[in-house]
């Protein structure tokens, strides 16, 4: 019997975390021992502010949209590194989606969701944030490579960009299911975290600490970057024509992926910030965790300003976009064009016409008064033969 106990007790257990997954007493549980209850976010539907980031939430949904076509039908896009822009792109989109989900579940739907619910809507949030972070360290390692290097016109390695993207969301799941699977405080209240109430404090300072470590890792890329490059700049003039545009297109990209990263930190730094605090402190310690939306409003607003920030930065983006959202007017201007080249043709035609016909006219008489006097010399020069 003393040999069947372990045995005895592990499916009690299991049976008691699946009950605790399915059961929305729990949430209610959680919420009111962190004191997010007293907040009167959680009655009634939504609220403005909640409105407002639906709405944001949609046009970064368009904007990444607009932007992962614009790749598609652009050739000149068709090249490693904007496949791994292209997977930052459908990071942000897809990070809208989860935002869009996690509001449209958050104020008093929160209490009729299930452990495993709330899971899912806030493991959305922390999958396309790690795969926004570990995209941008996947173009750093890229741009290192061609440029730290002066591989200006390295072959096209898809296998290595495709690597890449796999490695970025496989690990991005990985964080993401993480308290799902168990790192959680289910069983235990004192070590739940007060803006996420069923998050551990370990997973949270573990998930921060991990995303600041591949950002501080990024800056250091970019800095070996561009002291590589400052340091080889009479190699750089001396290339020839080709090969120096190339390089200067290369050199273009990375300042625009630099922009993205600093403004990634400027919109995720003060969240980063604000879960650190949440891990050092006693729950409910400080009533600023308790206004966590306008910190996530914040870190929202940088899959909003990334498709915008390619667009300004790179010429055939924008072109290429411009094109897709006016398409009729860009039809009609190119046949207003075309019109005037012709006419401007026609024009010229004419012209030239003209003028060659005033040439034809003048030269007539010129030409038989010169005749005329060489004819005569030859009948007077005749009899001296």
Same mark, same amino acid.
């Given at each position: 019997c003393q040999i069947m106990e372990p045995g005895a007790e592990e499916p009690s257990w299991l049976m008691k975390v699946f009950k605790e997954y399915h059961n929305s007493s729990v949430i209610l549980l959680h919420y009111n021992y962190t004191g997010k209850l007293q907040n009167n976010k959680y009655k009634g539907g939504l609220k403005a502010e909640a409105i407002v980031f639906l709405?944001?939430?949609?046009?970064?949904?368009?904007?990444?949209?607009?932007?992962?076509?614009?790749?598609?039908?652009?050739?000149?896009?068709?090249?490693?590194?904007?496949?791994?822009?292209?997977?930052?792109?459908?990071?942000? &989109?897809? =990070?809208? !989606?989860?935002?869009?989900?996690? /509001?449209?579940?958050?104020?008093?739907? $929160?209490?009729?969701?299930?452990?495993?619910?709330?899971?899912?809507?806030?493991?959305?949030?922390?999958?396309? &944030?790690? =795969?926004? !972070?570990?995209?941008?360290?996947? /173009?750093?390692?890229?741009?290192?490579? $061609?440029?730290?290097?002066?591989?200006?016109?390295?072959?096209?390695?898809?296998?290595?960009?495709?690597w890449f993207i796999g490695a970025t969301w496989l690990v991005s799941m990985l964080l993401g299911i993480l308290p799902i699977m168990g790192w959680n405080c289910l069983l235990s209240l004192p070590e739940c975290s007060t803006v996420l109430p069923l998050y551990s404090k370990n997973y949270i300072l573990f998930s921060v600490t991990v995303f600041l470590i591949i950002l501080v890792s990024i800056a250091a890329l970019y800095v070996r970057i561009y002291s590589g490059v400052r340091s080889n700049t009479q190699a750089l003039k001396m290339l020839r024509g080709s090969m120096l545009k190339k390089s200067q297109k290369n050199m273009a990209l990375l300042k625009t992926v630099t922009i993205v990263l600093g403004v990634f930190m400027a919109c995720w730094l003060p969240l980063f910030i604000l879960l650190l605090v949440d891990v050092a402190c006693e729950v409910g310690a400080y009533k600023f965790l308790y206004k966590a939306d306008y910190f996530l409003g914040l870190a929202m607003l940088n899959s909003l300003l990334n498709p915008i920030i390619y667009t300004l930065t790179n010429k055939d983006m924008k072109r290429t976009v411009w094109k897709l959202l006016c398409p009729y007017f860009l039809v009609h201007k190119n046949r207003k064009n075309r019109r005037f080249r012709i006419r401007a043709l026609e024009c010229t035609a004419s012209m030239s016409e003209k003028l060659s016909q005033k040439l034809e006219g003048q030269d007539t008489p010129m030409s038989s008064g010169i005749t005329t006097p060489i004819s005569k010399t030859l009948v007077l020069k005749t009899p001296d033969h």
């Open positions: 709405i944001i939430c949609v046009m970064i949904i368009l904007e990444n949209l607009m932007v992962l076509i614009a790749i598609w039908k652009n050739k000149k896009f068709h090249s490693p590194m904007y496949y791994l822009l292209g997977n930052l792109t459908l990071s942000d &989109l897809l =990070a809208g !989606v989860a935002y869009a989900v996690n /509001i449209t579940l958050s104020g008093a739907n $929160t209490l009729k969701l299930t452990p495993a619910s709330w899971f899912v809507r806030e493991g959305g949030v922390f999958i396309t &944030l790690a =795969a926004s !972070v570990l995209s941008l360290l996947a /173009i750093a390692i890229e741009r290192h490579i $061609t440029m730290a290097h002066l591989k200006l016109n390295p072959r096209d390695n898809k296998g290595r960009m495709l």
